[in-house]
């Protein structure tokens, strides 16, 4: 989806080229309730900062690829996961029965062997299987959506809804991109704009994205009906 290039005229402009850009990029999620970032990599520096965003109450939204080719953006991944334990119930009917027939089968040794080492085995399972057990399982900690490679993502973006911010640019989120390369970023103020550039992601994405604005509607809605 095209921005009009005439609203580009009625908003607000801030441009910066050269290297060492981070700072004029991320230094705007800081303080803010909700951040979109768009970057087909990114670094672990930039991955620890929008957890420690979304750990802090900010409700990030991350659109990133599943390309392995930059070892900075592999390294980045994981660190946009936690592991968690979860505790699963187990089935007592299941337990019971693995014990039992494990007593059985143990007795049955003395009748035949090979009816009892199955039996015994049998019980075995039965019971571990019956038993509660505690489960690994990642989740990620931020909005998170990474699309293939092959979908050629190469737009760079940041979207800050409540102030009405868009950030354009040819920088990657990477280390290099952000520090040691020369690149331009550029940031447009103004709601139609912000709605432009949501409306793109959600094509991109092909899902629903909430702003503040929409949800304050949305509630001032709800309260007069």
């Avoid at 990599?41 to 392995?68: H, M, Q, Y």
């Avoid at 868009?166 to 952000?178: H, K, Q």
Wanted: net charge positive.
């Amino acid at each position: 989806m095209l921005i009009n290039p005439v609203l580009l005229l009625l908003v607000g402009m801030t441009l910066k080229c050269g290297r060492g850009l981070g700072d004029f990029i991320l230094g705007e999620l800081n303080g803010g309730s909700q951040a979109i970032v768009i970057t087909p990599w990114l670094s672990p520096e930039t991955a620890r900062l929008l957890t420690s965003l979304a750990k802090n109450g900010a409700k990030i939204t991350l659109v990133t690829t599943d390309d392995t080719e930059n070892q900075s953006h592999t390294r980045a991944l994981p660190i946009l996961y936690e592991t968690v334990e979860t505790r699963k119930p187990g089935n007592r009917a299941v337990a019971i029965t693995g014990a039992v027939l494990l007593l059985i089968s143990i007795g049955m040794l003395l009748i035949t062997a090979v009816v009892g080492v199955f039996g015994i085995l049998a019980g075995i399972v039965l019971l571990v299987l019956g038993l509660p057990r505690t489960v690994e399982t990642r989740r990620a900690l931020i909005d998170l959506v990474i699309l293939p490679k092959g979908t050629n993502l190469h737009a760079k973006m940041v979207i800050i809804p409540e102030r009405s911010l868009v950030g354009v640019g040819s920088a990657n989120m990477t280390s290099s991109g952000l520090h040691n390369n020369i690149e331009c970023w550029a940031w447009l103020s103004g709601e139609d704009v912000v709605r432009s550039a949501v409306s793109f992601v959600e094509e991109l994405t092909g899902r629903v994205l909430s702003t503040p604005r929409e949800e304050r509607g949305a509630s001032r809605k709800h309260k007069q009906s």
